[in-house]
């Protein structure tokens, strides 16, 4: 069993920043050998990968999120960050934390940004 706990969501203006934290607990062997990272579900679309790292610090990001999101993951593996810079009013969506060990979702987090 893994269970992930998201935050740092919020409202934003536009070309702000935001920081999104996600905590693992539970399976932790499993947890620390798979990947974790971020995607996220606008109204009316459908889920779609943001971002993700492995256990080895390799990373993955969308082509919309590129050079402006920066996923990393702490020490210990078991929480990873996704800091958001340069935020556009198309980055609106729910937030969801993944782990490869399961795989498991994170109940999501709102991030909102107006224009």
């Known amino acids: 069993q893994v269970q992930l706990v998201e935050s740092g969501g919020g409202l934003v203006q536009a070309g702000g920043s935001l920081r999104l934290s996600c905590s693992a607990s539970g399976s932790i062997f499993s947890i620390k050998i798979n990947a974790m990272g971020w995607y996220r579900q606008a109204p009316g679309k459908q889920r779609e990968l943001v971002a993700l790292?492995?256990?080895?610090?390799?990373?993955n990001y969308a082509d919309s999120v590129k050079g402006r999101f920066t996923i990393s993951r702490d020490n210990a593996k078991t929480t990873v960050y996704l800091q958001m810079n340069s935020l556009k009013p198309e980055d609106t969506a729910v937030y969801y934390c993944?782990?490869?060990?399961?795989?498991?979702w994170g109940q999501g987090t709102q991030v909102t940004v107006s224009s």
């Open positions: 790292i492995n256990r080895g610090g390799s990373t």
């Open positions: 993944y782990s490869g060990a399961g795989p498991n």
